[in-house]
């Protein structure tokens, strides 16, 4: 998936950077802002535990899925992708013929027709909760494919785009289960005080965009619970992270003060709501701190668009 943020590109500088700290082979890795889950995942073969977290619940589906299903799914897949159209909540606020160009007016039906029947086959034990979020995670990225947006869903575009045309397909992931990974949905400074373990790995947002608005039509399809949309966007209620606001260093400082790990590494650009000069005054208060660097190409979310170059900053933090 085009993700804002995500660290597909930089798993090897990730992975680089820690391993020069820390052997983590029996170890327990913390991906405490997971997103679509490339690091959790990553690293799920790399150690003992991983341990995942994300305030999103298509966040939370994506990593579920990742930790396959009870029974193979190729031929219930088959059978979903083969179902005749039906309208739905989808088809209705967000597909073409509505007041939001988000899919095609047949690639709208089919979300709806395949999400609808996944509930039924949950809710008559034709497939089990591993198996609904295994095949639910595949809709969200085949949605994803398809969707008539500039990467994020803060906008659609005003006619479809050849990909958008493109008839939605379900591919099974033929994910292997990732059995030692442990997923939580929830706020993260919360949630640390109930963890502990040896790496700490952060990646929070960066800026002002809040994640809830700008990936709100993949938890649309998630939840798939009908809503009065707001707006010309059809945005719903959603999260709203103070890593994203003028609160970002108190609560940084908050997670840092109050996390029971080693080792704590924070992904953070030069181009975020704080500098490197805060984040080593903050960090530096609790341990030994070090620093890493990469440039790299910045997402851009109109494909047209040349990308420019941003620095990655690892931050490092041994804790006292």
Known sequence: MNYIGSKKSLLSFIEETI??????????FCDLFSGTGVVANHFSTRCATVLSND??????????????????????????????????FITQMYSEGSNRLYFSKENGMQI???????????????????????????????????????????????????????PLVLVDPSNAP??????????SNTLIHGLKGDVLYLDPP????????????????????PFEPKGITGLNDYNKSEYSTSRVKTVFEELIKASDFKYIFLSYNDEGLMSSTEIEQIM????????????????????????STVKEHIHVLRKA
């Open 284 to 307: 530096s208060g609790y341990g030994s701190y070090e620093s890493h660097i990469k440039e790299y190409k910045k997402f851009k979310a109109q494909v047209e668009t040349p990308s």
């Open 55 to 88: 305030l999103e619940y298509y966040s939370y589906v994506l990593r579920r899925g990742m930790s396959g299903a009870d029974k193979p799914c190729d031929k219930i897949i088959a059978r979903l992708n083969a179902l005749p159209l039906k309208e739905g």
């Open 19 to 28: 391993s020069g700290y820390v052997d983590l082979s029996g170890g327990v």
């Open 112 to 166: 709806d027709t395949i999400r609808t029947e996944l509930g039924v086959l949950k809710s008559t034990g034709e497939i089990t909760e591993n198996d609904f979020f295994y095949i639910l995670a595949a809709l969200i990225e085949a949605s994803d494919r398809v969707a008539n947006t500039a990467s994020v869903y803060g906008a659609f575009l005003k006619s479809l785009k050849k990909t958008a045309l493109k």
């Open 178 to 187: 990732v059995l030692n990974h442990k997923i939580y949905i929830g706020d």
């Open 206 to 225: 960066y800026n002002q965009r809040q994640y809830g608005a700008n990936y709100h039509l993949l938890n649309t399809i998630a939840r798939y619970e």
